[in-house]
T-cell receptor, first 111, second 114 residues
Framework: RKEVEQDPGPFNVPEGATVAFNCTYSNSASQSFFWYRQDCRKEPKLLMSVYSSGNEDGRFTAQLNRASQYISLLIRDSKLSDSATYLC????????????FGKGTMLLVSP | DGGITQSPKYLFRKEGQNVTLSCEQNLNHDAMYWYRQDPGQGLRLIYYSQIVNDFQKGDIAEGYSVSREKKESFPLTVTSAQKNPTAFYLCATGARQGGFNEQFFGPGTRLTVL
């Protein structure tokens, strides 16, 4: 089983749609979880850190299910500017440890 | 103007040459990382440093070298021993934010071997 696995995508949705990305991780001892956004040919940018069972930031909601080793990201009312690749990222340890990145799921929002 | 800078943005190298990629930060973060990204692939860790004068190999360190003489700087050298160096190289810094080990990325360097 891959360490961090994401839906392969791409997801093509119209503006205003709600879209959900799923991610599973293999290391049950993983400590913290993140969603990053990466635009084409740019660096990843931190979108959300995922707290306890989940958290919300505007149109974005992240959820964590430790028992199922599953993380999700929900985007409501999609905008054209949401078009990007979304990376699921897991920190397997505490401290300044390395992060494990999923390959990402591409989102294309069309008018 | 705070942040992470990487230079150059684009780099072309002939086979057999060593090149050094620069990464500088003024965020006062202790940890720094180098990743490589290939098309359709996730980020892969090359080297990381949690403190000055100390660094550890990541998953794909062969053919690369680093130094950490200053907190602000973590240069990466791509040596001629790296068999397939053409890639997008990303430097990151690490900070604890509210108990989370968050990482922040520089704009990257695109290396092409001719």
């Amino acid at each position: 089983r891959k360490e961090v696995e994401q839906d392969p995508g791409p997801f093509n949705v119209p503006e205003g749609a709600t879209v959900a990305f799923n991610c599973t991780y293999s290391n049950s001892a993983s400590q913290s979880f993140f969603w990053y956004r990466q635009d084409c040919r740019k660096e990843p940018k931190l979108l959300m850190s995922v707290y306890s069972s989940g958290n919300e930031d505007g149109r974005f909601t992240a959820q964590l299910n430790r028992a199922s080793q599953y993380i999700s990201l929900l985007i409501r009312d999609s905008k054209l500017s949401d078009s990007a690749t979304y990376l699921c990222v897991v920190n397997p340890n505490s401290g300044y440890s390395t992060l494990t990145f999923g390959k990402g799921t591409m989102l294309l929002v069309s008018p | 103007d705070g942040g992470i800078t990487q230079s150059p943005k684009y780099l072309f190298r002939k086979e057999g040459q060593n090149v050094t990629l620069s990464c500088e930060q003024n965020l006062n973060h202790d940890a720094m990382y180098w990743y490589r990204q290939d098309p359709g692939q996730g980020l892969r860790l090359i080297y990381y440093s949690q403190i000055v004068n100390d660094f550890q190999k990541g998953d794909i360190a062969e053919g690369y070298s680093v130094s950490r003489e200053k907190k602000e700087s973590f240069p990466l050298t791509v040596t001629s021993a790296q068999k397939n160096p053409t890639a997008f190289y990303l430097c990151a810094t690490g900070a604890r934010q509210g108990g989370f080990n968050e990482q922040f990325f520089g704009p990257g360097t695109r290396l092409t071997v001719l």
